[in-house]
């Protein structure tokens, strides 16, 4: 396994993203304290993205606005406009590529590139510019922090300490040599390692591990057996300095998830909401030429939730995913026959088989019936397609309060421009 001898990496990650992008847009929000809501009407939801401004006064992201203006009176509520952000992310790759070409975009707002010898000599002149070309071809407002190191993993370590450096929230660098480690690591609280999440953590402290630097000085086998798996021996080489190269991914499932606004929080108003979620799920996995064998129903209600799957004769047409969402909504009803206030819903496609994998079910011995429904979900996919919006759908089309069915605001996936039809 090979160990740098200098750095090799940058890590790129966006400031307070959403929020900065709307100052950007509108410059009466420029210098304020500004959260990101879901939808705007109502105290009843969580600020999802606040500007460095509101940062400043104790403002967190997926904080209840109630408390957000507690802590900031002046707090201004924006609602969001995820079809925004993900023009504003194309355009800043687009600035970024012709300075430095993009390895991956981890997020929407995280990037990470391989150095070229010019890079690796001067990382100062290379973030510099980066940081002018977005600036002068995007806007000031959008800043980012940049960390280098020897591998992804500690580049992104670096970019995170980074973030608030000599008092400050982002617009930061960040440059850990191999010389400079661990010294620099160990300066990082354990929870800010990326793979030490809540649980883990815990884990950790039941093993006697409360610090960067106890976590440092474990073996690699030891990691390995914390972690449960190779997980923990791959951090072990890549907070080490080794050149840990991700292991390839693969598709698991298609979802989507909302706050529901306050309106449509009974069942009723949750069930067409998850309708047209799942609608557009299930137009994700056409697209990547998918079939799914589950479905599943999350329901958030109060200080509990409610769970149901339901088995899929490996399909991809909106009848069949539809049919077993019904039969979903129809047990919610038979446990709750009086009814609930629900808060959010998510409905995920798993059990993917590529397309051509799938094996039909014998049993069921409906092949010709399935394939006109997939024909007629093709036929209505190339119609919204060719008017880029939802101008078919299988039943009524209705969007609720906000907007963004499919397309909302996330850090954890890239939108595609089909998700707000």
């Known amino acids: 396994m090979r160990k740098p001898e200098t750095i090799e990496r940058l890590y790129l990650d966006f400031d307070g993203f959403f929020a900065s ?7 009466r929000l420029r210098g304020r304290p500004i959260g990101v809501v879901p939808f705007e009407g109502t ?12 940062k400043a006064y104790g403002v967190k992201n997926v904080m209840p606005i109630n408390e957000a203006k507690r802590l900031c009176p002046e707090l201004v509520l924006v609602p969001q406009k995820p079809d925004l952000y993900r023009r504003a992310h194309n355009a800043l790759l687009s600035e970024i590529e ?16 391989r150095l070229d010898e010019a890079g690796r000599s001067d990382p100062l002149a290379l973030a510099a510019k980066i940081k002018a070309t977005i600036a002068a071809n995007v806007g000031p407002w959008i800043t980012c922090t ?3 190191a020897a591998n992804r993993q500690l580049a992104k370590i670096a970019c995170k300490a980074g973030k608030r450096d000599g008092g400050r929230y982002g617009d930061g660098l960040t440059i850990w040599r191999p010389e400079d480690l661990p010294a620099a690591l160990l300066g990082v609280t354990m929870e800010d390692i990326p793979g030490v999440g809540g ?8 093993a006697g591990i409360f610090t960067t630097e106890q976590l440092y000085n474990v073996q690699a086998k030891h990691m390995r057996k914390l972690w449960g798996n190779v997980t923990g021996e791959r951090l072990w080489y890549a907070l080490h300095g080794y050149d840990i190269q991700a292991p390839a991914s693969s598709r698991g499932m298609f979802g989507h998830g909302r706050v529901l606004p306050p309106e449509s929080r009974t069942i009723r108003g949750a069930r067409e909401i998850s309708r047209l979620l799942l609608i557009k799920a299930a137009r994700r996995l056409r697209r990547e030429n998918f079939y799914a064998g589950g479905l599943w129903l999350w329901l958030s209600i109060r200080d509990r939730s409610w769970m149901g799957k339901r088995h899929l004769p490996v399909v991809n047409d909106d ?14 009803r038979k446990d709750h026959p009086h009814g609930l206030m629900i808060f959010r819903i998510g409905v995920t496609l798993y059990d993917l088989s590529p397309s051509h994998e799938r094996q039909l079910d014998l049993l069921l011995n409906d092949d010709c019936q399935r394939r006109r429904w997939e024909n007629a ?4 996919d190339n119609l919204n397609s060719r008017y880029a919006g939802t101008v078919v759908s299988l039943g009524q089309w209705q969007p609720p309060a906000g907007g963004h069915v499919g397309g909302k605001i996330s850090y954890t996936r890239i939108p595609s421009a089909e998700d707000f039809w």
């Open 21 to 27: 992008v709307e100052q950007q847009c509108d410059p």
């Open 98 to 113: 012709t300075v430095i070409p993009i390895d991956t975009a981890k997020s929407i707002d995280e990037l990470t590139c």
């Open 319 to 332: 009848q069949a995913i539809l049919s077993a969402l019904s039969e979903l909504w129809d047990q919610v």
């Open 377 to 380: 979900s093709k036929a209505i």
């Open 199 to 206: 649980n883990m953590a815990k884990r950790l402290y039941r």
């Open 146 to 148: 940049i960390g280098f």
């Open 43 to 54: 105290d009843r939801t969580a600020v999802i993205a606040c500007s460095r401004e509101a």
